[in-house]
């Protein structure tokens, strides 16, 4: 089979299903959509492929809400099927994280695909050599390995893409396999096979031809006519149009029986010293490459597959390499094709076509160059731009020669200048995204990677001032942004000052207003570099590219820049493209953009040379605005009944959201941007007026809280914005402010603190009038109040909260009151109060049709109605809410949750599925950083254990918990206390006295 035709480890197959064998063994890929996953994978043949990619290629337009999950899901599977004896924890070896994407490393020659091609190039080889046998074998070898329809079994748009793409380079092959057989003389053996093919590809002229010529050399000419007259009219009902120029050629040639269509006698495949021809005239052997680049450095990877490239026998290869100035393209391109000297034995041309330069080489001043080392003498060049390109491609026919344009502007200076004939290749560099040079192999050539940087500047610097400075050099690098450009430059400076330390450079390369001045040496120079870049793009687009190095966020999406521009989404999507086209920004996923940080510095001191202050000013203040329209459009749905949202002051528009799910993904998805805004807004307000929006914006991302993702941006956040309105005096923003960070402070179980700012809140709104929080606070006070086991002062607070809403008309909050009472109530003794106020808080929530506060109600009811015995009706409720938590990405919920489902579970002596919600419910406390959550997960899996008979494991899970509530205050420690000494008292006793006192 093709999967197993190489011997030993692992081997995979996409030319038929997608199939993997381990020591002959076939490996269960799983579903339709994890099998699709890994073919996506192997197909990029150990490159990163990001997660937005493969959801787009699987799922297409349809993507489900939960892609993102399911789709790390079937990547941990895979990584189990493929490497099941790796350890726990240990990183895998086959399918790697890389970045934010993955990628599957391939042993040599363990897909069916690079057999294939390996099958092809040597047959190409042997057929250039005159072995034509050997070329036939090598052939039907290769495509002995297509078993049926590629990539069968796969799903999602680029399995269909692919599908296509090598069926189409099957019948390409299979078309190479006739044309040698035809040379060979097997006109005869090959009739019944070619009438197959022309049956299953009826519009291909190729196999027609082929099927004609076949016909006629054995002597069947009638029969080869009518296959003409059969394509002709097939070609007409089908595409309406007439057969090419080929076919009709050889059609009359058949008519008028040319000799020359008769097979020709074979000559011996390897005939004793049988001597070169000669061409007429003797051209020189062009070696125009400039010097290898001797410390070359990384970019391993990305140079070994330009090399196969380039070897590739059909066709002319083009690599076309974009990428920002300074990244290393003209380095990688040189290094190449002194890797691939031995492939074009006829010589190489080079030009710098100078593109980014004040007047770009013209095509036809190349042209005069290259005909000239070609040895053509310049009296006899033609003037004409065309007659050159004409006479170029002449001279190259029959010839292999690797062709370097570097420094390209763009497509239309480049395509004269490429090669006619294949046996010719051709690398070209610019920092546009050549997408429009036909044929051209698109690469993007990114900064180094961190370990890629730290070698090039050992190597410029000294490996053994790097390796007693390690720390230093990596900070070092990092600050270069791992731009190839900067790092010589600096590496360069420090190599000329040997007094110099690596610790030295590190702060004068912290100073961003300094730092560009730092990276120069001699003719060298980074700023100089982006400038040939930037003067060459239109004056819009120069003007977008300065505004939008404002925001201090990582990356901005196209409603958040076309806010910054002041112009539609449509307009913003166009003037950034155009920016990733040249170069001057990335696109690390679809509808977002970033800068390289250098970049960004040169962009901001060009705004500062050309902007006025106040144009900057109301840029950013366009980006709040957008941001916190959004945002405010968000907690409406998240928060549905919420007095917050219509209380926010409004400076712009935002997004509109179908779905609190599609709200809160916003918000995780645009949080590091969010923040960045409100920290940038609270440094440069002021006024009150400027830092109010700040405030509201932090307001109004409450719901982010939920997601546990952002804990301790909220944090930081809340400082500087709380700092600012102290210092303007701005009570306004301090108790929106101060409202949140009784929340941050609360989710990590600081309860003290937690109160002591809530009540200040209330007391800020008495005083001020001011309402947007006053029923938010007094029920958050009330909850806080309660984790302090002070009851009855926390039903008082409720009841206030529950006041206010009444008077204000908002049932939500009313239900959301009743909802967090109930367990006051039990902590006071009474059940039946309990569960009254928690169903009609779920009945509340319900009539008024609230996704978000129904789940939370639920919550609540389960926790009641476990702690009085009904165990299967609080299972139902906390299942209800888990997949409403799971689907909204509330990590914080949902590990509430499992946690309350685990303590039902210990209740009803089903200790499998306690330990099972636990250990979720400890995991997801450990990724968002909740410490509280942690202890509880502990806590409840320990009982869980216990039960399980682990006492050891049960009793290690609850010190840890006790170990926790200690350090935060909380006064579950206590009763743990109480607990562990029970358990190690009746551990000498008897187990059923154990087991009481879990239980308790």
């Known amino acids: 089979m093709a999967g197993q035709s190489v011997e030993g480890g692992l081997r995979f197959a996409v030319l038929g299903p997608v199939r993997a064998w381990r020591d002959g063994q076939e490996l269960d890929l799983g579903t339709p959509l994890q099998r699709s996953i890994l073919g996506m994978l192997l197909l990029r043949e150990g490159h990163a492929v990001t997660p937005n990619e493969m959801i787009d290629a699987v799922w297409g337009e349809e993507a489900p809400p939960r892609a993102l999950g399911a789709l790390r899901t079937y990547v941990s599977r895979l990584r189990t099927v493929l490497e099941p004896d790796r350890p726990a924890r240990s990183r895998p070896e086959l399918l790697t994280s890389i970045g934010r994407g993955y990628a599957l490393r391939l042993p040599d020659g363990s897909l ?290 690797l062709v370097l344009l570097d420094n390209a502007r763009d497509a239309e200076q480049v395509s004269p200048l490429l090669p006619g004939s294949p046996g010719c290749a051709a690398i070209v560099t610019s920092r546009g995204k050549l997408a429009d040079l036909p044929s051209a192999k698109l690469i993007d050539l990114d900064v180094m990677e961190p370990g890629e940087a730290l070698s090039l500047f050992a190597s410029v610097a000294g490996a053994e001032r790097v390796s007693a400075e390690h720390g230093a050099a990596m900070d070092v690098v990092a600050a270069c942004g791992f731009l190839p450009l900067a790092v010589r430059i600096v590496a360069s400076r420090l190599a000329a000052r040997p007094s110099w330390t690596i610790a030295s450079l590190v702060p004068r390369l912290a100073d961003e207003q300094r730092r560009l001045d730092e990276l120069r040496v001699g003719n060298l120079a980074v700023e100089a570099t982006f400038a040939l870049g930037y003067g060459q793009v239109g004056s819009h687009a120069a003007r977008a590219f300065r505004l939008l190095s404002l925001p201090n966020g990582p990356d901005v999406s196209t409603g958040a820049a076309a806010a910054v521009l002041s112009v539609s989404e449509l307009e913003a999507e166009s003037v950034l493209e155009s920016l990733v086209d040249a170069s001057l920004l990335e696109a690390p996923a679809p509808g977002r953009y970033r800068f390289h940080n250098l970049l960004k510095l040169f962009a901001r001191r060009e705004l500062d040379k050309t902007e006025r202050p106040q144009a900057r000013t109301l840029a950013l203040r366009r980006l709040l605005g957008f941001y916190l329209a959004s945002a405010q459009s968000a907690h409406r749905l998240a928060y549905e009944g919420s007095m917050i949202p219509g209380n926010l002051v409004v400076i712009g528009s935002g997004r509109a959201f179908g779905s609190a799910d599609e709200a809160v993904a916003w918000l995780i998805s645009e949080g590091d941007s969010l923040f960045a805004t409100i920290n940038q807004a609270a440094a440069a307000a002021r ?94 006070l009330a909850v806080v109040v309660g984790r302090q086991r002070r009851h009855t002062e926390a039903l008082e607070l409720f009841d206030s909260a529950k006041r206010f809403y009444r008077e204000h008309g908002v049932p939500a909050g009313e239900a959301l009151v009743l909802s967090y009472s109930a367990r006051d109530h039990l902590g006071l003794g009474r059940p039946k109060d309990a569960i009254a106020a928690a169903e009609k808080g779920l009945a509340i929530f319900t009539e008024i049709g609230s996704g978000a506060g129904t789940a939370r109600a639920r919550y609540h009811l389960g926790i009641v109605l476990s702690r009085v015995g009904r165990l299967t009706e609080a299972v139902h409720h906390h299942a209800e809410c888990l997949a409403f938590f799971r689907a909204s990405k509330q990590r914080v919920w949902e590990q509430r949750v499992c946690s309350r489902l685990a303590e039902t579970f210990i209740a009803a002596d089903r200790y499998p599925d306690a330990v099972r919600h636990a250990e979720q419910a400890l995991v997801i406390s450990r990724e968002i950083g909740h410490p509280y959550g942690e202890a509880l997960s502990l806590t409840v899996l320990g009982k869980a254990l216990h039960g399980l008979g682990s006492t050891t494991r049960s009793l290690d899970c609850l010190r840890q918990a006790f170990d926790i509530f200690s350090r935060l205050g909380a006064p579950e420690a206590g009763d743990l206390k109480v607990l562990l000494d029970g358990i190690l008292v009746a551990e000498t006793v008897t187990e059923p006295t154990a087991k009481a006192v879990i239980e308790s």
């Open 112 to 401: 069916d695909l690079v057999r294939f091609e390996r099958g092809v190039q040597e047959a190409e080889s042997a057929r250039k050599a005159g072995r034509l046998s050997e070329a036939a074998r090598a052939l039907r070898a290769a495509l002995s390995l297509f078993e049926g329809e590629p990539l069968a079994g796969t799903v999602g748009p680029y399995a269909e893409h692919q599908r296509d793409r090598l069926i189409e380079r099957r019948i390409n092959v299979v078309e190479t396999l006739m044309d040698v057989d035809l040379e060979l003389g097997n006109h005869a053996k090959i009739v019944s096979e070619l009438i197959a093919l022309t049956a299953d590809h009826p519009l291909r002229e190729k196999l027609r031809a082929q099927l004609m010529l076949a016909y006629y050399r054995c002597g069947r000419q009638g029969d080869a006519l009518t296959v003409f007259t059969d394509t002709r009219e097939a070609l007409i009902d089908e595409l309406g149009i007439e057969p090419g120029p080929e076919l009709a050629a050889l059609h009359q040639r058949i008519l008028a029986a040319d000799p020359t269509l008769a097979a020709a006698g074979v000559a011996e495949e390897e005939p004793a010293e049988a001597e070169e021809p000669r061409p007429a005239l003797q051209l020189p052997r062009p070696a125009q490459l400039p010097a290898a680049v001797n410390d070359f450095t990384g970019r391993q990877e990305i140079a070994t597959r330009l090399r196969t490239q380039l070897s590739a026998p059909e066709g002319v290869p083009v690599a076309a390499i974009s990428g920002i100035g300074g990244v290393g393209k003209t380095a990688l391109a040189v290094h190449v094709a002194h890797l691939a000297g031995d492939l074009y034995p006829d010589g190489q041309l080079y030009a710098d076509l100078r593109g980014y330069a004040g007047e770009p080489t013209a095509p036809e001043s190349a042209l005069g160059g290259f005909l000239r080392a070609l040895g053509i003498p310049p009296d006899v060049i033609p003037a004409g731009l065309q007659e050159r390109s004409a006479l170029y491609r002449s001279l190259l026919a029959e010839r292999r020669i």
């Open 687 to 780: 006024t009150a007026e400027q830092l109010l929006p700040a405030a509201d914006l932090l307001l109004a991302m409450e719901p982010l809280l939920e997601s546990g993702t952002h804990t301790r941006e909220f944090g930081n956040a809340t400082r500087a914005v709380l700092a600012a309105a102290r210092e303007l005096g701005d009570t306004a923003s301090e108790l929106r402010v101060r409202y949140v960070l009784g929340r941050v402070l609360f989710a990590g179980n600081r309860l003290k603190e937690a109160e002591e700012h809530f009540r200040a809140v209330y007391e800020l709104s008495v005083a001020r009038g001011e309402k947007i929080v006053t029923g938010e606070v007094l029920n958050a």
